[in-house]
């Protein structure tokens, strides 16, 4: 079995396998070269991911292939690999060192996230990141991944999925373009009535134990140590060691789109308020609210709760709020297939405008370009690891301002979050 010195070590282990791999990788692959996927973490979120990449394959003819599987808990992973005809393994650095792949899925609990990561780029993999890019309590982490990634010349693509959805980069080009003048205030959220995500994750095995077939000790990872218990295995989001709650889980969704409108990076404070207002067979909130403050002058709000879904203004995808970015001369949002702006009082020279969206928002797509950007070798992913970074930032310094009660502040030239 796995310790968790051992786990911490597979980043280091994974770079020396995968030195030569590396220059390898580096180069534009042929219009017909294809590319293999190897997944870690074959759960219920992974499994969506496998489809979208068997829907390129199979459905618009694209050159790719699933050819390894792994995961911690060994049923799980025999059953993706039986699925898909890929080869398993229950070591993630097996897989890293497996010359078939190219491309890395990564969809464990959050906790795990980062150092996975660090090890496929550091190995040569390009990686497609589950939000939240780390745990909370990980900042250091997210910076590291976001150097390693930036040193390796590796393609990080983060899951916020929405970030294909074409109507977010024409509002970047409008407020860039000065149509709302100087943006002061921009809100979104997500809104859900259960905790199907938490509670609700199914217990595959309830006589499970650590074993063969389970690894305790490489799904512990950095998290505290703690004696198995099946409920923390496979309903991990319910458990602050392991998940955020809605900030991480949710929130990636709602401000990563207006991270990128904004054009802003690393906030400069962050306060927040939240708690288990609902369902109390937990340790993380279920509501969850905060502000943060950006050096641009600029605040954003970000509200969330999964006691209620009402967004109050139509949501663009599942219970996601439209973000709202205000300006001095006006405000734009999305309605319906367009995008409104809607000048403020006093403005005489910007009427209302509607713009078509382009392309809408299509999770394949997420996946597609991640996987174009792989074989040309030009970083025009739609949710780059430098976009996930300051959004993870600005979720890391919401989540401690929480915990403790204070203003989480951001010292930009050292690079650190105080609380």
């Known amino acids: 079995m796995a310790t968790r010195r051992r786990f911490l070590r597979g980043a280091a282990t994974a770079a020396a396998a995968g030195a030569v791999l590396t220059v390898l990788s580096d180069r534009t692959r042929g219009a017909n ?102 745990h909370w309590r990980q900042f250091e982490l ?85 004696p198995f218990d099946v409920s923390r295995f496979f309903r991990w989001r319910m458990y602050e060691d392991y998940a955020g709650g809605p900030c991480t889980d949710l929130f990636p969704h709602s401000l990563t789109p207006v991270v990128s409108i904004l054009g802003v990076t690393f906030p400069s404070l962050a306060v927040a308020t939240g708690g288990m207002w609902r369902y109390t067979e937990r340790d993380v909130p279920d509501t969850f609210n905060m502000l ?15 006691g209620n879904n009402d967004p109050t203004m139509p949501g663009r995808g599942a219970g996601g709020r439209v973000p709202v970015i205000r300006g001095w001369d006006g405000s734009l949002t999305v309605l319906g297939k367009e995008i409104v702006f809607a000048p403020a009082d006093g403005v005489k020279n910007k009427p209302r405008q509607t713009f078509p969206i382009e392309h809408g928002e299509n ?26 970074y300051h959004v993870q930032t600005a979720l890391i310094m919401g989540y401690l301002a929480m915990k403790h009660g204070k203003t989480a502040k951001f010292d930009a030239a050292k690079e650190q979050i105080a609380v």
């Open 363 to 388: 999770n394949v797509d997420h996946w597609k370009n991640l996987l174009d950007c792989s074989r040309s070798r030009k970083n025009e992913l739609n949710a780059p690891i430098e976009l996930g």
């Open 142 to 226: 997210a910076k590291q991944l976001e150097a390693e990634a930036k040193k390796t010349g590796r393609m990080v693509q983060v899951g916020s999925q929405g970030m294909s959805d074409g109507a977010w980069h024409q509002m970047r080009k409008l407020v860039a373009d000065g149509l709302i003048g100087r943006p002061i205030h921009a809100e979104c959220g997500y809104f859900r009535v259960g905790d199907w995500g938490e509670r609700g994750m199914p217990i595959d095995n309830p006589a499970a134990k650590p074993g063969p077939d389970l690894d305790w000790d490489a799904f512990l990872g950095d998290s505290p140590k703690r």
């Open 33 to 134: 070269e294809r590319l293999g996927v190897g997944f870690i973490g074959t759960g219920g979120r992974a499994g969506s991911h496998m489809n979208m990449v068997k829907h390129l394959k199979e459905q618009q003819d694209y050159p790719v292939d699933l050819v390894a599987f792994c995961d911690v808990y060994r049923p799980r992973m025999e059953r993706a690999a039986k699925a898909h005809g890929g080869k398993g393994y229950m070591d993630y650095r097996e897989l890293l060192a497996d010359p078939r792949v190219d491309v890395v899925c990564i969809a464990t609990p959050d906790h795990i996230h980062a150092p996975q990561a660090i090890a496929a780029v550091r190995a040569g993999k390009d990686v497609y990141v589950e939000k939240p890019l780390t």
């Open 292 to 306: 943060i403050d950006y050096p641009q002058k600029v605040t954003v709000a970000v509200l969330g709760t999964q």
